[in-house]
Antibody, heavy 118, light 107 residues
Framework: EVQLVESGGGLVQPGGSLRLSCAAS????????MDWVRQAPGKGLEWVGLTKHKTASYSTEYAASVKGRFTISRDGSNNLLYLQMNSLKTEDTAVYYC?????????WGQGTLVTVSS | DIQMTQSPSTLSASVGDRVTITCRASQSINTWLAWYQQKPGKAPKVLIYKASTLESGVPSRFSGSGSGTEFTLTISSLQPDDFATYYC?????????FGQGTKLEIK
């Protein structure tokens, strides 16, 4: 069974940094795309970015709204996905979900809340 | 980026009704489309992927169709548990964009 468990959310000041983690289990971590999606309070879903599988050298793609500020990486030894968020803005306040794509089917975690406020 | 236009934004319906939600892509996405259901305070739940494949455990009253640029999610007979917000998402090309959502309300 695929399981994705996010952690690391919390309160951070504007301009600050935060790193989210996603613990993955139930599948071969290196074989699949992994992504992050977020949802601001009362708003819709926004795709944040993705890291491809090992065959594609774990290359990354980002939404324009976070490119240059956010970085997605993996720890393959521990099946962990990361989202390093720098230069945070109040509009980055959201629940962040970790996702996995297997054979064209998405899987999601339960999310972790990030609040950017002074 | 591919734009996803979902309609309607709000839909009022009654238990037992048949309802359809539409999602249009700004360019062809083949059948790389997923539908999600979300209830307040919960993570989105996958209903349909690859445009028409029903996720395991999802009731058969849900169905998806379409290819290219136009897609539909149909609920054949609304049940009380179905009142929620629904989103489409394309995953043909980056960014994996979402529709703006459809809130399904009780009439």
């Amino acid at each position: 069974e695929v399981q994705l468990v996010e952690s690391g959310g919390g309160l951070v000041q504007p301009g600050g940094s935060l790193r989210l983690s996603c613990a993955a289990s139930g599948f071969i971590f290196s074989d699949h795309y992994m992504d992050w999606v977020r949802q601001a309070p009362g708003k819709g879903l926004e795709w944040v970015g993705l890291t491809k599988h090992k065959t594609a050298s774990y290359s990354t793609e980002y939404a324009a709204s976070v490119k240059g500020r956010f970085t997605i990486s993996r720890d393959g030894s521990n099946n962990l996905l990361y989202l390093q968020m720098n230069s945070l803005k109040t509009e980055d306040t959201a629940v962040y979900y970790c996702g996995n794509w297997r054979a064209g089917r998405p899987y999601w975690g339960q999310g972790t809340l990030v609040t950017v406020s002074s | 980026d591919i734009q996803m236009t979902q309609s309607p934004s709000t839909l009022s319906a009654s238990v037992g009704d048949r309802v359809t939600i539409t999602c249009r892509a700004s360019q062809s996405i083949n059948t790389w489309l997923a539908w999600y259901q979300q209830k307040p305070g919960k993570a989105p739940k996958v209903l349909i992927y690859k445009a028409s494949t029903l996720e395991s455990g999802v009731p058969s009253r849900f169905s998806g169709s379409g290819s290219g640029t136009e897609f539909t999610l149909t609920i054949s007979s609304l049940q009380p548990d179905d009142f929620a917000t629904y989103y489409c998402q394309q995953y043909n090309s980056f960014s994996y964009t979402f529709g703006q959502g459809t809130k399904l309300e009780i009439k």
